[in-house]
T-cell receptor, first 113, second 115 residues
Framework: DGGITQSPKYLFRKEGQNVTLSCEQN?????MYWYRQDPGQGLRLIYY???????QKGDIAEGYSVSREKKESFPLTVTSAQKNPTAFYLC????????????FGSGTRLTVV | SQQGEEDPQALSIQEGENATMNCSYK?????LQWYRQNSGRGLVHLIL?????REKHSGRLRVTLDTSKKSSSLLITASRAADTASYFC???????????????FGGGTRVLVKP
């Protein structure tokens, strides 16, 4: 079955650590996205990528980094420069053409301990 | 920045009643989409309405779009307890081609359907 997989489901980070969240899709989608969701809030765009080896900053990119070496994979690194990383992180993918909906992963909940 | 803003922020209804929520946005759009999120889960795409469409149906869902007022509404008819979730509108703004397509989400409406 085609889908988009995020791992891990829960992640704990110590102060000063970098952590990487995984996102893999087998839907043959061109575009992939990372969103952050805080409790009771909507989604804010961190980074997105339309094609392999290219990505753009979203609205809240500071303290995050990404790579897109393969079409299927779009990992997100939360660096120590991100001062308030505790949140729910959602990855999504779609075709890079107009008028397609997104497919979302099930999310990674990151907590700073 | 929040392009779409939902109203109300929360809604509580009895099973069998209809639920209506609204979304307002600020810039010209290619399409507007509605998503559902169960607590602690990812979002699920419900329906997409293009800028040249005024109404769309999918099962018990009815979406309207008024581009002159920059607003949309989502109606869930004959609600069920299983419809309890948060509902988000998302807009795909008209953009420079090189910028790539991306959705901007509103803050959501939390719907509670009581059995």
């Amino acid at each position: 079955d085609g889908g988009i997989t995020q791992s891990p489901k829960y992640l704990f980070r110590k102060e000063g650590q970098n952590v990487t969240l995984s996102c893999e899709q087998n839907l043959n989608h061109d575009a992939m996205y990372w969103y952050r969701q805080d409790p009771g809030q909507g989604l804010r765009l961190i980074y997105y990528s339309q094609i392999v080896n290219d990505f753009q900053k979203g609205d809240i990119a500071e303290g995050y980094s990404v790579s897109r070496e393969k079409k299927e994979s779009f990992p997100l690194t939360v660096t120590s420069a991100q001062k308030n990383p505790t949140a729910f992180y959602l990855c999504a993918s779609t075709f890079s053409r107009d008028n397609y909906g997104y497919t979302f992963g099930s999310g990674t909940r990151l907590t700073v301990v | 920045s929040q392009q779409g803003e939902e109203d109300p922020q929360a809604l509580s209804i009895q099973e069998g009643e209809n639920a209506t929520m609204n979304c307002s946005y600020k810039t010209s759009i290619n399409n507007l989409q509605w998503y559902r999120q169960n607590s602690g889960r990812g979002l699920v795409h419900l329906i997409l309405i293009r800028s040249n469409e005024r109404e769309k149906h999918s099962g018990r869902l009815r979406v309207t779009l008024d581009t002159s007022k920059k607003s949309s509404s989502l109606l869930i008819t004959a609600s069920r307890a299983a419809d309890t979730a948060s509902y988000f509108c998302a807009t795909d703004a008209v953009r420079i081609k090189a910028a790539g397509n991306k959705l901007t989400f509103g803050g959501g409406t939390r719907v509670l359907v009581k059995p």
